[in-house]
């Protein structure tokens, strides 16, 4: 496993003072949260089941990202 080496003690605090710094990805309500309607959930589960290299590990196209991302 490797470790991170620093050469004094600022060095690893100015990283975590970057690292505290950085935007947090909040799922859930807030003043951007939209309900999503249950007609469209529902036709993207059938669009995704429809297409088993997005979520298909075995799938022979699963690694595949180019065509994954045409998909999406």
Excluded: Q
Excluded at 49 to 70: G, M
């Amino acid at each position: 496993m490797d470790s991170l080496s620093f050469s004094s003690e600022s060095d690893e605090d100015n990283l975590f003072a970057e690292h505290k710094k950085e935007k947090k990805i909040v799922f859930g309500p807030g003043e951007n949260f939209r309900k999503i309607p249950e007609s469209t959930l529902a036709l993207l589960v059938k669009k995704v089941e429809e297409n088993p290299c997005l979520w298909e590990i075995d799938h022979t196209d699963y690694k595949d990202t180019v065509k994954n991302d045409r998909i999406w």
